[in-house]
């Protein structure tokens, strides 16, 4: 689909029977595409379900806008999560934000039988299944919570030894670095000092190492390493003139490193860095995995959270017998004032306050409409947008 005119947000509206529902369909549908096209529709098939008394209605009708709001938060945590997780590779997280195997967009559309869906649960709107999706739900926050903490924590420590690894030479880790032979070891009376000498000094270096001092050892000192500012360099000197080399190299701008050398301790410093990375490596695919099972558990089941809101919504304003048609409309981008004057025209006889109210968004007494605009159908919007990352 041309990604500038077709929005990623959907529109599930629905709209009492006429003599049928089918003649509800056909009319929403050659007045959305009759002259340009103002939207993509498709039929919203939700099953009968047994209503309870008015009350229980009312009291649903909030309890399904709660369940929906906290829904659609973990099915944006765990997209948002799945982009942090493919860090590099965002491009990558739309073809991994699949609901039930197919595209997000297609899933509202196609491989969404809601009707299925619904034999888990009891018929009946008295108990509907409320604890059924919120206990899936909250499970999938809980498991997230879980799993991004171990995650983090790991990449956490992986990026602190990456960053010892990478920085300057005056506190960057040298187990890459330097060698056994860069160093007399073991002497009683020599030590080998690691210097950090600035490039633009490095001629001073060579001219006066061996002087900084009394008892250096003449031509010990070599270039390990360079960075762009810098050398390292070693030398090699009597332990008792130490004092006095490290005070004359500092009013020379060059740097004496505090280091000890200790194969152990460089070893296992490398190793802990292999494993973090190996078990990033290893949790990364089973990560992604459970992210695109749980994405698309989430998704659905805030599609049927949807799905009962229209049900509830339309037998409160629509009355008994149960006789309403639900579609899904997905409004081309260009056009979408021009469809809201469409389906108003169409549904604006439902409501006699409809024509004071079209353009407000303010809080009509008895209605709990603070987060949800009102129009003289019902009318819930499926966002998508909140899957979208640049």
Same mark, same amino acid.
């Given at each position: 689909?041309?990604?500038?005119?077709?929005?990623?947000?959907?529109?599930?509206?629905? #709209?009492?029977?006429?003599?049928?529902?089918?003649?509800?369909?056909?009319?929403?549908?050659?007045?959305?595409?009759?002259?340009?096209?103002?939207?993509?529709?498709?039929?919203?098939?939700?099953?009968?379900?047994?209503?309870?008394?008015?009350?229980?209605?009312?009291?649903?009708?909030?309890?399904?806008?709660?369940?929906?709001?906290?829904?659609?938060?973990?099915?944006?945590?765990?997209?948002?999560?799945?982009?942090?997780?493919?860090?590099?590779?965002?491009?990558?997280?739309?073809?991994?934000?699949? #609901?039930?195997?197919?595209?997000?967009?297609?899933?509202?559309?196609?491989?969404?039988?809601?009707?299925?869906?619904?034999?888990?649960?009891?018929?009946?709107?008295?108990?509907?299944?409320?604890?059924?999706?919120?206990?899936?739900?909250?499970?999938?926050?809980?498991?997230?919570?879980?799993?991004?903490?171990?995650?983090?924590?790991?990449?956490?420590?992986?990026?602190?030894?990456?960053?010892?690894?990478?920085?300057?030479?005056?506190?960057?880790?040298?187990?890459?670095?330097?060698?056994?032979?860069?160093?007399?070891?073991?002497?009683?009376?020599?030590?080998?000092?690691?210097?950090?000498?600035?490039?633009?000094?490095?001629?001073?270096?060579?001219?006066?190492?061996?002087?900084?001092?009394?008892?250096?050892?003449?031509?010990?000192?070599?270039?390990?390493?360079?960075?762009?500012?810098?050398?390292?360099?070693?030398?090699?000197?009597?332990?008792?003139?130490?004092?006095?080399?490290?005070?004359?190299?500092?009013?020379?701008?060059?740097?004496?490193?505090?280091?000890?050398?200790?194969?152990?301790?460089?070893?296992?410093?490398?190793?802990e860095m292999n494993r973090l990375s190996t078990d990033k490596k290893k949790q990364f695919g089973p990560l992604v995995r459970w992210l695109k099972v749980n994405f698309s558990e989430a998704f659905?089941?805030?599609?049927?959270?949807?799905?009962?809101?229209?049900?509830?919504?339309?037998?409160?304003?629509?009355?008994?017998?149960?006789?309403?048609?639900?579609?899904?409309?997905?409004?081309?981008?260009?056009?979408?004032?021009?469809?809201?004057?469409?389906?108003?025209?169409?549904?604006?006889?439902?409501?006699?306050?409809?024509?004071?109210?079209?353009?407000?968004?303010?809080?009509?007494?008895?209605?709990?409409?603070?987060?949800?605009?009102?129009?003289?159908?019902?009318?819930?919007?499926?966002?998508?947008?909140?899957?979208?990352?640049?």
């Amino acid at each position: 689909q041309d990604k500038d005119t077709k929005m990623t947000e959907f529109w599930l509206i629905s #709209a009492p029977g006429e003599k049928t529902c089918q003649q509800t369909w056909e009319k929403l549908h050659a007045a959305t595409t009759k002259n340009n096209n103002l939207s993509t529709n498709s039929k919203f098939n939700i099953p009968d379900l047994k209503v309870g008394t008015l009350d229980v209605l009312v009291g649903l009708s909030d309890e399904l806008a709660k369940l929906d709001a906290f829904v659609e938060s973990v099915v944006k945590k765990v997209a948002q999560y799945m982009a942090d997780v493919l860090e590099d590779s965002k491009d990558k997280v739309q073809e991994n934000l699949l #609901a039930n195997g197919g595209k997000v967009l297609t899933v509202i559309y196609l491989s969404f039988e809601i009707k299925n869906s619904f034999k888990n649960y009891s018929s009946s709107l008295d108990t509907v299944p409320f604890l059924f999706i919120f206990k899936g739900v909250n499970q999938i926050d809980n498991d997230l919570k879980a799993r991004a903490s171990a995650y983090n924590n790991l990449k956490g420590n992986l990026q602190n030894l990456e960053r010892k690894n990478a920085g300057s030479l005056l506190t960057r880790s040298l187990a890459d670095i330097v060698k056994k032979e860069d160093f007399v070891l073991d002497s009683e009376y020599l030590v080998t000092l690691l210097v950090i000498v600035p490039k633009l000094n490095y001629n001073d270096w060579v001219k006066q190492y061996e002087t900084l001092a009394e008892m250096v050892v003449p031509r010990s000192s070599n270039v390990l390493f360079e960075d762009q500012d810098s050398y390292l360099c070693n030398v090699t000197l009597f332990r008792k003139a130490v004092d006095d080399f490290k005070h004359k190299a500092r009013e020379y701008k060059f740097m004496v490193r505090d280091f000890q050398y200790n194969e152990e301790e460089m070893k296992a410093d490398k190793e802990e860095m292999n494993r973090l990375s190996t078990d990033k490596k290893k949790q990364f695919g089973p990560l992604v995995r459970w992210l695109k099972v749980n994405f698309s558990e989430a998704f659905i089941a805030w599609i049927h959270v949807k799905a009962l809101r229209v049900f509830v919504e339309s037998v409160l304003r629509y009355g008994l017998p149960v006789n309403f048609q639900a579609m899904l409309l997905q409004p081309n981008k260009k056009t979408m004032k021009k469809l809201r004057e469409v389906l108003y025209d169409l549904y604006k006889h439902l409501d006699s306050s409809a024509a004071a109210i079209i353009d407000a968004t303010v809080d009509i007494p008895g209605l709990n409409l603070s987060q949800q605009e009102y129009y003289p159908y019902v009318y819930y919007k499926i966002d998508c947008n909140l899957l979208e990352f640049k």
